[in-house]
């Protein structure tokens, strides 16, 4: 089981430039997550998907942001235009059902810097 | 609403020693679930423990056990015989039928192990 995977690892870009995040949640889990970590802030969610249908995406800062998970494969997570303020590591995580007691496996993040 | 609060900002124990970080919550549900998470350097996170709230026993996985108080609120988790690879932050982190599968995550515990 290859775990959840992100892309990339680390990103450093301009202010102002499109940053597309990328997740492969684990084959069979339901529910995909996307989470920020700052030091200010700690960890944040952001979105939650459900078999790829977004449930709650109060967490997400404001309209730069954006997210889609087209299939239960794959999720992007976009910020456009970017600011340094975005700068912080972005976790994806998933989980096999959409119940509370369920696990979540969590990728090995992307930090993100933004000058 | 949920919140998971944890107090000890930093940790330091000895080398097999035993230590505790604490961690409160409050929740209006009834069935909930906690968790603790280890992020170690390498940042990815990972599940140590889970406690389910309608089970009196306290969990256990190996050197890691958990004091649940429900009436007070309280998750702490013990560490015994500490190894060095046990230093990470440690997050507590809440579950409940309220909230979709949806976490609440506390701030976090620097635990750092002295050779």
């Known amino acids: 089981d290859a775990g959840v995977i992100q892309s990339p690892r680390h990103e450093v870009t301009e202010m102002g430039q499109e940053v597309t995040l990328r997740c492969k949640p684990i084959?069979?889990?339901?529910?995909l997550f996307w989470y920020r970590q700052t030091m200010m802030r700690g960890l944040e969610l952001l979105i939650y998907f459900n078999n790829n249908v977004p449930i709650d995406d109060s967490g997400m800062p404001e309209d730069r942001f954006s997210a889609k998970m087209p299939n239960a494969s794959f999720s992007t997570l976009k910020i456009q235009p970017s600011e340094p303020r975005d700068s912080a590591v972005y976790f994806c995580?998933?989980?096999?059902?959409?119940?509370?007691?369920?696990?979540?496996?969590f990728g090995p993040g992307t930090r993100l810097l933004v000058l | 609403a949920q919140t998971v609060t944890q107090s000890q900002p930093e940790m330091s124990v000895q080398e097999a020693e035993t230590v505790t970080l604490s961690c409160t919550y409050d929740?209006?549900?009834?069935?909930?679930?906690l968790f603790w998470y280890k992020q170690p350097p390498s940042r990815q996170m990972i599940l140590v423990i889970r406690q389910e709230a309608y089970k009196q026993q306290n969990a256990t996985e190996n050197r890691f056990s958990v004091n649940f108080q429900k009436a007070a609120k309280s998750f702490s988790l013990k560490i015994s015989d500490s190894q060095l690879g046990d230093a990470a932050m440690y997050f507590c982190?809440?579950?409940?039928?309220?909230?979709?599968?949806?976490?609440?995550f506390g701030g976090g515990t620097r635990l750092m192990v002295k050779p």
């Open positions: 084959s069979g889990h339901n529910s």
């Open positions: 995580a998933s989980s096999f059902q959409a119940l509370p007691q369920e696990t979540q496996y």
């Open positions: 929740t209006s549900e009834s069935d909930y679930y």
């Open positions: 982190a809440l579950g409940a039928n309220n909230a979709g599968n949806m976490l609440t």
